[in-house]
């Protein structure tokens, strides 16, 4: 697994951060953005907030050795934070993950993630997956609100196989 494994992730992240740009760029006001919605724990910044905070942490921080310090409670309490502002650090998220990665050994994935994850020890590379597993399940939750509060059912192209890093079109 090792190495491609953690590639693998990288592509599947990038595509997936880049569509949460998107989700947020398709928003035709900004303060949709942080439009409530009954039914609906989460607005879309506070997902975007959330989503690039955790990556900058679990994967910025704990495998790429970042001075990231994550503030769990800000991104789930923060309001009418400014679309740029989300954009940016969603950036910033991306670039953790496209900075970390790849220097991840291959033997360290198969050893426990360097942090404990809910009281219980994970191995790295299960836990990688797992990660990509949590920003597929909060990005389709930003799709809905988006559609939701802007009555647009358009999608913004999420989760495009081409976008793949080892994508190559056919001919």
């Known amino acids: 697994m090792g190495t491609s494994l953690a590639a693998g992730v990288a592509a599947i992240l990038d595509r997936d951060l880049r569509a949460v740009r998107r989700e947020l760029e398709a928003y035709p006001d900004e303060r949709q953005i942080w439009q409530a919605v009954p039914g609906l724990p989460n607005s879309g910044g506070t997902l975007a907030l959330h989503l690039a905070g955790n990556l900058q942490h679990y994967i910025g921080a704990r ?15 923060r309001r009418d934070v400014p679309r740029s502002e989300l954009i940016a650090e969603v950036e910033r998220a991306r670039t953790a993950v496209a900075e970390a990665l790849p220097g991840v050994p291959a033997e360290a994935l198969e050893r426990d993630y ?31 609100h988006r559609r939701l509060v802007t009555g647009n059912p358009a999608g913004v192209g999420a989760l495009r196989p081409i976008e793949l890093g080892s994508a190559r079109p056919i001919g």
């Open 63 to 77: 495998l790429g050795g970042t001075s990231y310090v994550r503030d769990r409670d800000a991104e789930f309490s």
């Open 114 to 144: 360097p942090e404990p994850i809910a009281d219980a020890h994970i191995r790295a590379d299960e836990y990688l997956v797992h990660l990509c597993a949590h920003v597929a399940y909060h990005l389709g939750q930003l799709d809905s």
